[in-house]
């Protein structure tokens, strides 16, 4: 199965009640797959194609709030356009997931692979303090595997959780094992589990109101104070990554998505050299394996952050590391896949020798 | 005759009018002699009437009427600024027993809205639309709206709506009325006890056609807005009367029944 694929298949199954999207490549496969396989017949999900990205994001926000499980997907100027959206679900606390299939920019760049919307995942990208989960699968098994971890997180937390994947893991086929079919929410259910949701105001109950705004700065600060604190908490909670060859390792490499796939290359290469390298995979971007970065600045003698970009994710290892060791980036840009030799280059001339 | 006390009036046999109980008892916060406080109540008056209010979502817009759920007895979620239609459409589609509307203004939904506006129309949702056409941005101080006449004066047209300079005022009424989606379109006014009356019987029609699942309803009020057009309220009114109805007549505009 293509990555898009696996991940539009495991939206189904996690149990998905609306996906809402518009069409751009390298992520059109998710719409044109949810579409061939008539989910309205085989779970009762909704899948419509809005108007634009603006109008998908919003549908999501409705969908949300009223406590169903929904989604979008959309590659990077697809999702510069759903900011204000995935600002206003952070500021409502709504659930829902995004996918982001990124390719190359800034403006209409390239529809190939990239890693450069990592400053607007994690950072921020619409307007206010907030932050989302955000998932980097390295694998069409991940990218199956995400969409239900996703719509879990969401929920836990009830805030937007992003999969930041790239136009390379979208279009790849791979082999995936797939869950099984997880029933969509019940009505009772939705009423138990998400007591907030718009699901219509009865007798029983003060009504329902979802909304970002609060024009009492005293009261609009507290709801800051407690967003921090769900952000604070899935730093302690969530923080996911991989090591890979790192109990003996001199040197590190840091990478996550496609670039991680290509590092464990370069780090087979060197260690037959004789260089011992490993790699940290960091699977959530926000909340950031900050913890274990800094630990191993302890063990290494110098990092190198391998990404598809000119150098984000390099800002969060070198707040992690300080100026303990030193830290490098390598990366390609515009669409580019950076290849085994160039990493292992890089790794040599800019840390090793340099 | 013998006196009529307080307690006299109070029997339930001598009550001639009560607020309905779908609205709340939060003061409204709009200006003296607004028409959004009218139409908030018809609005929840019909919910009313028809028993639904366990079963009915609406949707606020970014406007005056932003805290409309602050007044409104329902459940309700605040949209971003013109993208009621899409949160709407997703609403209704994900919870098809349920009654769905968006209460919107004339900036929302004819000018940073018209794309949500137009689509969620010609889909053909099955929801209802109130859309207040005031002429003008009221809750950012009285700014051109798309709706705005030729030659009418807002903060940013202080002159006068020149046409060849900043475009003509938009009929989305007229427009939405050409999309096969909608199925009953019609331009009202809550100024006066007749017209109130008759935009009530607007807005229960569009909500029996969701009941039956007939399409997209759209029930335009041309409202004034005192404080943008720097007018007070009977002087608003009047204007209204002598250059907003010309230029938006009242009446039904479809219906298809
Ligand atoms: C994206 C965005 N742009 C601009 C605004 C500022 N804004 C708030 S309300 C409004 C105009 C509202 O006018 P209208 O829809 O006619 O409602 P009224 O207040 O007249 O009832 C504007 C421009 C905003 N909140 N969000
Ligand atoms: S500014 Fe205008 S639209 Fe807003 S409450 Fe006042 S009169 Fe009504
Ligand atoms: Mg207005």
């Not at chain 1, 996690?14 to 779970?43: C, N, W």
């Not at chain 2, 029996?208 to 029930?219: A, D, M, P, T, Y």
């Amino acid at each position: 199965m293509k990555g898009n694929e696996a991940f539009a298949e495991a939206a189904i199954r996690a149990g998905a009640d609306g996906y809402f999207g518009y069409p751009i490549t390298p992520q059109s496969e998710v719409m044109e797959y949810l579409m061939a396989e008539k989910p309205h017949e085989r779970t009762g999900m909704v899948v419509l194609q809005a108007e634009s990205e603006v109008a998908a994001i919003n549908m999501v926000y409705g969908g949300a709030a009223c406590g169903k499980r929904v989604l979008t997907s959309s590659s990077s100027p697809g999702i510069s356009l759903k900011q204000e959206g995935i600002s206003y679900i952070a500021g409502a606390e709504l659930p829902c997931v995004i996918l982001n299939v990124v390719r190359g920019g800034p403006g209409l760049g390239t529809i190939q692979p990239s890693q450069s919307d990592y400053f607007q995942s994690t950072k921020g990208g619409g307007h206010g303090d907030y932050r989302m989960i955000v998932l980097a699968p390295s694998s069409v098994q991940e990218m199956a595997d995400f969409a239900r971890l996703g719509f879990d997180l969401a929920f836990k937390y009830r805030n937007p959780v992003l999969v930041l994947s790239d136009g390379a893991i979208g279009q790849m086929m791979e082999k995936v094992e797939l869950d099984e079919q997880r029933p969509r929410f019940t009505e009772e259910e939705i009423i138990k589990n998400t007591p907030w949701a718009t699901t219509g105001k009865t007798k029983d109950r003060e009504r329902n109101i979802i909304t970002s705004l609060d024009l009492d700065s005293a009261k609009q600060e507290l709801h800051n104070h407690a967003l921090q604190a769900k952000y604070k908490l899935m730093q302690e909670q969530e923080t996911r990554f991989e090591m890979i060859s790192c109990e003996d390792a001199d040197y590190l490499i840091v990478a996550y998505g496609t670039s991680a796939r290509i590092s464990q290359k370069a780090v087979d290469l060197l260690r037959a050299e004789g260089i011992r390298v490993g790699l940290l995979r960091p699977i959530t971007l926000f909340p950031f394996p900050t913890e274990i970065i800094s630990k191993l600045a302890d063990q290494v003698k110098g990092i190198l952050t391998v990404e598809m970009s000119a150098g984000q994710m390099i800002e969060d290892v070198k707040l992690a590391v300080g100026c303990r060791v030193k830290v490098e980036h390598f990366g390609r840009m515009g669409g580019i896949i950076p290849s085994p030799t160039e990493v292992v280059e890089a790794m040599k001339t800019k840390i090793i020798g340099g | 005759m013998a006196e009529i006390t307080k307690e006299d009036i109070r029997k339930p046999e001598n009550l001639i009018y009560k607020k309905t109980d779908l609205l709340t008892d939060k003061p409204l916060s709009y200006c003296p002699g607004c028409g959004h406080g009218t139409a908030h109540r018809i609005v929840m008056e019909v919910l009313e009437e028809m028993d639904i209010q366990d079963k009915t979502i609406g949707i606020a817009p970014v406007g005056c009427s932003v805290l409309a759920y602050e007044f409104m007895n329902i459940d309700m979620q605040q949209a971003a600024h013109g993208r009621a239609p899409a949160l709407a459409t997703a609403v209704k589609r994900l919870n098809p027993d349920k009654f769905v509307f968006t209460y919107q203004g004339d900036g929302d939904l004819a000018a940073i809205g018209t794309a949500e506006t137009i689509h969620a129309c010609n889909r053909g949702e099955n929801i209802v639309i109130i859309f207040i056409n005031n002429g003008i941005y009221g809750m950012t101080g009285g700014q051109m709206a798309p709706t705005t006449l030729p030659g009418m004066k807002s903060s940013t047209s202080p002159y006068g709506r020149d046409v060849h300079m900043m475009g003509n005022p938009l009929k989305m009424t007229e427009l939405v009325a050409q999309l096969p989606g909608t199925i009953y379109v019609t331009r009202q006014a809550v100024h006066t006890p007749a017209n109130v009356r008759k935009t009530k019987k607007a807005i229960r029609k569009a909500f029996e056609n969701q009941k039956l699942n007939k399409g997209l309803s759209f029930v335009e009020i041309v409202s004034n807005c005192n404080s943008g057009w720097k007018m007070n309220p009977v002087q608003a009114n009047e204007w209204m009367v002598e250059n907003m109805f010309p230029f938006y007549p009242l009446g039904d505009i479809k219906v298809n029944d």
